[in-house]
């Protein structure tokens, strides 16, 4: 089994920068990729960016040149830097972990709120 704990989330202005961090623990060496998927109020869940193993990265269109992802060493943590952010990045965003055969992991979610 797999626990995702995310913090760092909060209220922020348009133009301001927060960063998000999930923790894993459990069988982490089942879990590739990380990373982070969003959901705004109304709309569907949606792929925010993911960090592989090999640390190639993923990213939504919407947050390339703003956002960026990294992994730390122990692989157990990750990291979303947010920077640049718009009234339209609020969402509840969502720690993912790839489980492969074992299924995906999902984190509890932390609120992103960007006033404009």
């Known amino acids: 089994q797999v626990r995702l704990v995310e913090s760092g989330g909060g209220l922020v202005q348009a133009g301001g920068s927060l960063r998000l961090s999930c923790a894993a623990s459990g069988s982490i060496f089942r879990i590739d990729p990380m990373g982070w998927y969003r959901q705004a109020p109304g709309k569907q869940r949606e792929l925010v960016a993911l960090?592989?193993?090999?640390?190639?990265?993923k990213c939504a269109e919407s947050v390339k040149g703003r956002f960026t992802i990294s992994r730390e060493k122990n692989k157990r943590t990750v990291h979303l830097q947010m920077n640049s952010l718009k009234p339209e990045d609020t969402a509840v965003y969502y720690c993912?972990?790839?489980?492969?055969?074992?299924?995906?992991?999902w984190g509890q979610g932390t609120q992103v709120t960007v006033s404009s």
């Open positions: 960090i592989f193993t090999s640390g190639s990265t």
């Open positions: 993912y972990a790839g489980g492969g055969a074992f299924g995906d992991y």
